[in-house]
Structures are given as structure tokens and as C-alpha cells.
């Protein structure tokens, strides 16, 4: 378990939007599926359109390979417009929202 101070010193939401109150959501956000995906194994992330669930999810995703470098985690995307939508988001978010080098 892991709390928002902790993430925080490893993930910089707030880096590309601007928009402090929407960062401090998307790391909150980011923990609390962290946390519930480590005590249950399973999770759901919904939101309104716009408030950055893919972010929410990458954010997720960097603090397990933080905190286990051997994590793999398989993204199951329908189309090739939302692979490529993903996997430009992963680089976009690893270069400037991860504030660690693993």
C-alpha cells in the first residue's frame, strides 16, 4: 500500500495540463487503483470523458513497476487508432510526469 505523499515524489501529473486540482485527482486516482489492484487483485477505472482516465491508468502502471521492476502488465486496445493512442500516451507521459529512471 502506498499513499499519496509517496507517489507524489515519483509522478508529476501536473507536469503537461496545468491544472492543479485535475493533477491532484489523477494521483489520487492513480493510488487509489494501485492500492485496490494490491489488495484485490482486480479494479475498475471510470470517469467523465476528459478527466484523464488513461493517465490515471499509466500513473498506476509506472508505481508497479516502481515498486516491482518485474511487473508486466498487458494493454488490450480494439483498434489500431487506440494502440497507437496508447503507446504514444506511454512515451508522452514516461518522458515528462515520471520524476523517476527505472
Avoid at 54 to 78: D, E, K, M, S
Amino acid at each position: 500500500m502506498i499513499n499519496v505523499d509517496i507517489a507524489r515524489r515519483l509522478l508529476d501529473f501536473d507536469a503537461r495540463i496545468g491544472l492543479p486540482q485535475l493533477a491532484k485527482s489523477q494521483l489520487e486516482g492513480a493510488v487509489a487503483l494501485h492500492n485496490i489492484l494490491t489488495q484485490k487483485k482486480v479494479a475498475y477505472l471510470a470517469d467523465e470523458v476528459g478527466y484523464g482516465k488513461t493517465y490515471v491508468a499509466l500513473g498506476t502502471l509506472a508505481l508497479f513497476r516502481h515498486f516491482n521492476p518485474n511487473f508486466r502488465v498487458l494493454v488490450i486496445a480494439p483498434r489500431e487508432n487506440i494502440q497507437n493512442k496508447w503507446m504514444k500516451e506511454w512515451r508522452n507521459f514516461v518522458t515528462n510526469n515520471v520524476r523517476f529512471s527505472d
